[in-house]
């Protein structure tokens, strides 16, 4: 399966900035996936990204809070902008293997965020 | 649409004993189903996966899964619990062939004591 890699893996944060996280993949993949779990729950999806297209949001997320990059086939990025603490949460990215066929998804470590 | 129901939150097992961990599901189409498994401070790892091919499927680290379409269930399986399979269990179902359309049941915490 793909390897994914996320940085950074924990951060803290004071209310009202902004984090970058970066997710990269070791192969080339179509799609790319960003969740949220917050604490104690289960995963949202908040937007997939494919390579040279804007990035399709989930009902409740939107590109101002959540904008999302996708340069290239390895590489995405989601920004969690303005944020406060109902932000605190794991954020994962994922990505489509199609080694195990189209619709199974891997995914990286997550980034453990704590907006003070 | 679809759902994904786990019945239990919490499950506690004595090392050596059997592992159950319930899944119901709804779905409108024929379904791929999947168990994940997230040990705490990490991601989520693919345990197995079903496609159709065999309504029994064997994951790794000895788990299993049976596909029952007319309970609509999807039971996780391990004859012997080990004390690493401590972790968060997801049941997850998605469209047979779509990437983006996974919905995740709410989580069992698998508990393995000495």
């Known amino acids: 399966s793909a390897v994914i890699s996320q940085k950074p893996s924990r951060d803290i944060c004071q209310r009202g900035t902004s984090l970058t996280i970066q997710c990269q993949v070791d192969?080339?993949?179509?799609?790319m996936f960003w969740y949220r779990q917050q604490p104690g729950q289960s995963l949202t999806l908040i937007a997939t990204?494919?390579?040279?297209?804007?990035?399709?949001?989930e009902s409740g997320f939107v590109i101002d809070k959540f904008p999302i990059s996708r340069p290239n086939l390895t590489f995405s990025t989601l920004t969690v902008s303005n944020m406060s603490p109902e932000d605190s949460s794991i954020y994962l990215c994922?990505?489509?293997?199609?080694?195990?066929?189209?619709?199974?998804?891997?995914f990286g470590p997550g980034t453990r965020l704590t907006v003070l | 649409a679809q759902s994904v129901t786990q019945l239990d939150s919490h499950v506690s097992v004595s090392e050596g004993t059997p592992v159950l961990l319930r899944c119901n599901y709804s779905?409108?189409?024929?379904?791929?189903l999947f168990w994940y498994v997230q040990h705490p401070n990490k991601g989520l790892q693919l345990l197995l996966k079903?496609?159709?091919?065999?309504?029994l499927v064997k994951g790794i680290n000895g788990f299993e899964a049976e596909f029952k379409k007319s309970e609509t269930s999807f039971h996780l399986t391990k004859p012997s619990a080990h004390m690493s399979d401590a972790a968060e269990y997801f049941c997850?179902?998605?469209?047979?062939?779509?990437?983006?359309?996974?919905?995740f049941g709410s989580g069992t915490q698998l508990t393995v004591l000495p």
């Open positions: 994922s990505v489509e293997d199609r080694k195990w066929g189209t619709d199974t998804q891997y």
């Open positions: 192969s080339q993949v179509t799609m």
């Open positions: 990204a494919n390579q040279g297209s804007e990035a399709t949001y």
């Open positions: 779905s409108s189409y024929s379904p791929s």
């Open positions: 079903y496609t159709s091919a065999a309504t």
């Open positions: 997850v179902v998605s469209p047979k062939g779509s990437a983006r359309q996974l919905t």
